[in-house]
């Protein structure tokens, strides 16, 4: 549980004359320690030029105005939970970091807590802002660090790479044009004829969201009012040849050419592929992930133009073991050119949405 104090109403700015990150912090456990880390952290970014703004969690947090990045501090953490790991952050969805600050007392002496808990938030800070959870092979962003990157800590040389600081900065940029340019919203509707639990639906739905969030398009799964799109989830489809062997996903389109305004995925080849997934040497996939993909190709289909599969990412026609490999992580997406056709579709679609006449 974690446990939250009421902080004061005013901010601490660090950094560039105009701060570009509003960010709410946690102080409940060992505020001291904290306070030193967050001014550690502030002088880090500072150095790269991406200016701070710092609050108390509660109270004094900007959430309506600024949309800030919330970071919770938490103790006694369970040893299942992400094990070996000091922290864990939600880039994609773009908010929510959380620390296991008992983990981090217990890698280092007492001395240098201050100094690894600094670097551990500016780690997730930076996934967050980055809006992927891309690692480095040296410096801050690197996925574990050992004895010598301990050493460069208390040195304050633990820095960011090249390629660290390019993603930095086109994730500022992605966050300013974000809060300037409202994203549209896609209004879907799932049927789960096919029966599946409803934990693995749920999961499929929230993995869709943060797929198309990460081109700056919003989706609302509704229930009870009418939808843009419907997606219907069975068990099989039947191919062209009458098998159902091989089809994954199908987007009927009207005799005009004009998509029908329904995409239908088959879950048991997805959950099929999904438990072979090993043998073939992909990563393990689990069900609702690999769903979630193969629903995101389809509303694509549903987007963009006829016969719009590309070479690369989500719209590839048949998914090769590297795009596997980044499904896994999340970090397969549609192209720029896609990305940009789908938002300015869902824009027209939803002022057209909103101008039909009640049913």
Known sequence: MVIGVVMASTCIWTGAAEPRIAICLDKAIDPAVVSQAQSIAGRMFSRIDVGIRW???????????????????????????????????????????????????????????????AYV???????????????????????????????????????????????????????????????????????????????ILSQAQREVTSIFKRIGVKTAWVTDTKPQYRIVIVETLIDASGTGDEAFGSTPRAPDGMPSGRAYVAYGRIKQFAADSEKWRYPPLNPEHVLAYFIAHEIGHLLLPADSHSPIGIMRAEWRAIDFKLMATANMSFTSEQAKLIKNEVARQSRKFEQRPPD
């Open 55 to 117: 609050y108390g969690y509660h109270g004094s947090c900007p959430v309506q105005d600024d949309k800030p990045i919330m970071i919770q501090t938490t103790s006694h953490t369970l040893e299942g939970s992400l094990p070996g790991a000091l922290a864990m952050a939600l880039p994609f969805e773009g908010s929510h970091i959380r620390v296991f600050y008992d983990r981090v007392q217990a890698t280092v002496d007492a001395e240098m807590v201050p100094r690894l808990l």
């Open 121 to 199: 938030l500016v780690h997730e800070i930076t996934h967050v802002i980055e809006g992927t959870d891309h690692h480095s092979d040296s410096g801050i962003m690197k996925a574990r660090w050992d004895a010598e990157d301990y050493q460069q800590m208390r040195r304050s040389s633990l820095a960011f790479t090249e390629e660290d600081l390019q993603l930095i900065r086109t994730g500022l940029a992605r966050r300013s044009s974000a809060s300037q340019d409202p994203s549209p919203t896609l209004k879907l509707q799932s049927y789960n004829q096919a029966h599946i639990p409803e934990r």
